[in-house]
């Protein structure tokens, strides 16, 4: 009898932190819902991949038009990490050795806006807005 009393408590606690913990995640995921909806601001998100190798990008050169939200996917070939700086559109990122990292911004500046290493390489993408 003391078993099953014990088990009893138990499993009230545990439906008891489920009931709870399922309406907490259940709010969380809705809020974030409602922070991405903000950051995209309702418009088409373009995706663009480049990669890094040799100390170059490929493609050197994106194009994109004004007020576009872009989610640009750069894959790091080389052993070495690279820094992804794009100051008009406030990008800073490290892309480690072989890692691949996708960053988002919104193309708010026209005209060509250039990476540059933070890492000192020499390498360069341009983003075209248009």
């Known amino acids: 009898m003391k078993y099953v009393f014990y088990g009893l408590i138990i499993f ?7 009931l709870f913990l399922g309406n907490k995640s259940a709010d969380t995921s809705s809020s974030q819902s409602a922070n ?31 007020g576009s939200t872009v989610e640009l996917t750069v894959k790091n070939n080389d052993n070495e990490q690279h820094g992804l700086f794009l100051q008009d559109f406030g990008v800073q990122e490290v892309v480690g050795p072989r890692q691949t990292k996708t960053i988002r911004f919104i193309a708010n500046r026209q005209g060509e806006s250039t990476t540059f290493c933070s890492v000192v390489h020499p390498e360069k993408l341009i983003i075209n807005v248009n």
Do not use: C, E, W
Request: aromatic content about 14%.
């Open 12 to 18: 009230v606690l545990g439906f008891v932190g489920f």
């Open 36 to 66: 991405v909806s903000n950051t995209i601001q309702d418009s088409k998100v373009l995706k663009f991949s480049a990669s890094i190798t040799n100390r170059s990008y490929s493609p050197a050169r994106i194009d994109v038009p004004f």
